[in-house]
């Protein structure tokens, strides 16, 4: 009888053992269903409504985009679609003279990228450097002409303006957060042909020094593949916010997996001052075009003696003549015109400089008053 008792209670909780497992199964399905779907709520939420403008909005009333936080990582796809319509082709027309064959049209191309629903778009400045006619072609195919609001030299960032509303601007991330061997993402138009093409690869290396159209840049390198047209693409974290303007590649037979791109961090502070000012106020010069002369044959097509910076041609009202070389500024001596600018860069517009020059035989030593660069 004990026995049978035992059985019976035995039976009773097995049966009650299956029926809470049961419970427990459907219980932990429909809790794990719960929560796959908030996250994916959230991740919605994340990039449509949550958000506060990036830092400078406030001071030009110019919203550049916006920057979120703590938002789930996407695939490649997903970057691809949140972006794709927020990325354009550029088309230019540059008139060039031939002499007594008269002029004609010189084409080319590249990419930019939407940084506000009315219609500025961002692209690197020799992209767009002497362009006549400039057309923004969009994912959706209309073009339009484009007007260029200002362009800086030293950063190959360039802004212009089409007549348009409702645009997709990109999403600003944060380029300082970037760490080397994450996901980075490109899309552009390389060879100016292939609009709204994705490449993918990863953050290689960050701050590389390299020089572009003899400007002096702190990139960020990407394996990602960058062709000639990929100018003015952006690059994309996988977050899908812009962090890098890509803006170079590294040319040469073989070399493939080195391109490079403006930190969106450097960018956003010079697009933000063209759009208000149309250039970079505030930026101090000598006033006088510069060129290296670097080896013995371009010394002598200059009809120089030696290699070194030279005033190529005087800008401003002050004692620096052509042909001028340029020894040293404030005592510290210079050889090309980037060491000469990072010095330049220490002091304020209306700062006084000691330039030391050799002019003919004689050295001379110059009083010489910065001033603004606005070109």
Request: hydrophobic share 40%; aromatic share 6%; glycine share 12%.
């Amino acid at each position: 009888m004990h026995l049978e008792l035992n059985k019976k209670t035995l039976l009773t909780m097995l049966i009650a053992i299956m029926i809470i497992s049961g419970l427990f199964g459907f219980g932990g399905a429909y809790l794990a269903n719960f929560v796959f779907s908030k996250n994916e709520a959230a991740l919605i939420e994340c990039y449509t409504e949550t958000g506060e403008p990036i830092s400078f909005v406030s001071e030009t009333g110019v919203s550049l985009g916006m920057l979120y936080d703590n938002c789930t990582d996407l695939s490649v796809p997903e970057v691809y679609s949140r972006n794709a319509d927020s990325v354009v082709e550029i088309r230019t027309e540059t008139v060039q003279s031939a002499g007594r064959m008269g002029q004609y049209v010189f084409s080319g191309a590249g990419s930019g990228v939407i940084i506000t629903a009315d219609g500025y778009v961002v692209t690197n400045n020799h992209v767009i450097n002497g362009a006549q006619t400039i057309i923004v072609r969009l994912n959706s195919g209309e073009n339009y002409q484009a007007s260029l609001i200002g362009r800086d030299f030293r950063t190959d960032i360039a802004v212009l303006k089409i007549d348009a509303s409702g645009l997709k601007p990109v999403v600003f991330g944060d380029s300082g957060k970037l760490i080397i061997g994450e996901q980075a993402i490109v899309i552009g138009n390389p060879l100016g042909e292939l609009g709204g093409t994705v490449t993918e690869g990863i953050i290689s290396a960050l701050d590389r020094d390299i020089v572009v159209d003899g400007e002096s840049m702190s990139l960020l390198q990407t394996s990602a593949a960058v062709n000639p047209g990929n100018s003015g693409g952006g690059l994309f974290n996988d977050r899908g916010e812009l962090v890098g303007i890509v803006n170079a590649k590294s040319g040469g037979f073989g070399v493939e997996g080195l391109g490079f791109a403006i930190p969106v961090n450097t960018a956003a502070g010079v697009i933000e001052q063209i759009i208000n000012f149309g250039y970079v106020p505030g930026r101090p010069i000598l006033g006088v075009r510069l060129i290296d002369i670097t080896d013995p044959g371009t010394a002598l097509y200059y009809r120089v003696q030696n290699t070194g910076v030279y005033v190529y041609e005087s800008m401003a009202l002050n004692e620096l003549q052509t042909a001028d070389r340029i020894i040293s500024i404030n005592g510290k001596e210079v050889s090309n015109t980037i060491e000469l600018r990072k010095i330049i860069d220490l002091y304020d517009v209306g700062d006084t400089v000691t330039v030391k020059v050799q002019r003919g035989i004689s050295e001379l030593e110059l009083q010489i008053i910065l001033i603004e660069e606005n070109y």
